[in-house]
């Protein structure tokens, strides 16, 4: 008997998946197990494994497809099997009607109808109706481009981006900023780039953190004297008993994981009518890859010392650049850390990453002149900023983290 390939459901809230390429070819011969092709979900990208051994065919996806999950895209056959008739499915609001075949009008009439749930609400998905109430947005408002109709998560932000609309012709253009630009004549277009895939996810998470959290930023400048020399004298031996290269995002990561539980608002997450501060820090720690950002998580990263922070930082930067992270290496962080200092960035305002209720932004490492009695002298000094969720977080609040974290740094050697 065939065997579907569908697109599997990788965590709770997955509607969709970005389909990126197969592994396989039409007609290959495969085992159980294989990885047979990738997806990419709204955290990486996933190599999906074949459920039968028999030989893979009607293979119907093509790279960048959005699929539902659970959609079949192919079938796995015994040797000589033929693909099974493909049918179209009845939505659910019409299984008990009679065993007449509908035309292609009134599936289409179906498919509107089973919009709503047969009550008059209309159907969405948790998340959807979530993000819906934040922004004020009435789903009714909304076509929904997910099975049966379904008002997803996308449908809700792409309403929300639309301009308003108004009687006073000047205050809402016709034209979108992109399409005044497009039609300048003397506007040369080198190419044309497809916005899906990671590019596309990326956007929608922080559009989504940019129209729901209000963001506060604050920063201060670190002598990072101490900390280099730390970094001095430990590098040699640590590199000996791990292999791995001390950083200063890890000495960063270490005191960040120690100065957190002592500040659990910036530890937290707003759900709903409740704050859920959590008790452990999972750390994110953003990454460049070629595409695009990836966030692999450092689990329970308060009670993990220097050694093993060095460790488990590197493992998950090498499979972060490699597309090897695993669904749960890179969900369920509670803070991230994002470094731009090695890139010759100085300072700068990162958007905080959903759901979490802050970010730090981390800036290069300048010698800087400082006051030192009734001289200067140049000090090596750092820029740290943090933007928080100010919902549920206040200045001061901000404040205190960041003179923690000063002072840990500028005194690092309960680190070790």
């Known amino acids: 008997m065939a065997t579907e390939v569908i697109v599997p459901k990788v965590d709770m809230v997955m509607e969709t998946g970005t389909f990126i390429e197969w592994l396989k070819k039409e007609g290959d ?9 990738v997806i990419l979900t709204d955290k990486t990208n996933i190599e999906c494994e074949a459920p039968a051994s028999g030989v893979l065919s009607g293979l119907n996806a093509k ?8 959609q079949v895209i192919a ?10 008739t493909q049918k179209i499915a009845q939505p659910k609001a019409v299984a008990q009607q009679s065993q007449v075949t509908l035309s292609v009008e009134k599936v289409a009439e179906t498919v509107h109808a089973a919009a709503g749930n047969g009550n008059g609400k209309v159907r969405a998905t948790p998340v959807a109706r979530r993000l819906a109430a934040e922004l004020g947005v009435d789903l009714e408002q909304l076509s929904g481009r997910g099975p049966l ?14 301009p308003l609309k108004t009687e006073t012709p000047v205050l809402a253009p016709s034209a979108s900023v992109a399409q005044i630009r497009l039609s300048l004549p003397d506007a040369r277009q080198k190419k044309a780039v497809p916005f899906t895939g990671v590019r596309k996810i990326i956007a929608e998470r922080m559009a989504y953190s940019a129209f729901t959290a209000p963001h506060i930023m604050l920063s201060l400048h670190v002598d990072m004297t101490e900390a280099i020399r730390l970094r001095e004298r430990v590098l040699e031996p640590l590199k000996a008993r791990t292999g791995q290269k001390l950083s200063f995002t ?46 692999p998580v450092i689990r329970e990263a308060q009670n993990r010392n220097l050694e093993q922070i060095t460790v488990a930082m590197s493992d998950l930067m090498e499979r972060a650049r490699n597309r090897r992270l695993t669904p749960a ?26 759901p979490e209720s802050a970010i730090l932004a981390v800036g290069k ?18 820029q740290l900023s943090a933007c928080a969720d100010h919902r549920i977080i206040d200045g001061v609040a901000v404040a205190r983290f960041l003179d923690e974290l000063k002072s840990t740094l500028e005194n690092p050697y309960l680190l070790i």
């Open 63 to 70: 790279p960048n497809d959005v699929i539902p999950v659970a």
């Open 329 to 354: 290496e890179t969900m369920g962080s509670t803070f991230t850390i994002s470094n731009l200092g090695m890139f010759g960035i100085e300072s700068f305002t990162a958007i905080i990453n959903p």
């Open 149 to 162: 109709g379904r008002i997803q998560k996308a449908d809700v932000l792409e309403f929300k981006q639309q």
């Open 250 to 295: 890890t000495i960063l990561a270490r005191a960040v994981a120690t100065a957190l539980p002592h500040h659990p608002f910036l530890n937290a997450s707003l759900d709903g009518d409740k704050i859920i501060l959590w008790e452990d820090v999972h750390l994110g720690i953003a990454t460049s890859v070629d595409d695009g950002l990836i966030v």
């Open 365 to 382: 490492i300048v010698d800087t002149p400082v006051k030192s009695g009734d001289s200067f002298v140049f000090r090596p000094m750092m």
């Open 75 to 84: 079938y796995i056959l015994a040797p000589g099997e033929a693909l099974p």
């Open 29 to 37: 011969t495969v085992e159980k197990g294989d990885a047979l092709f």
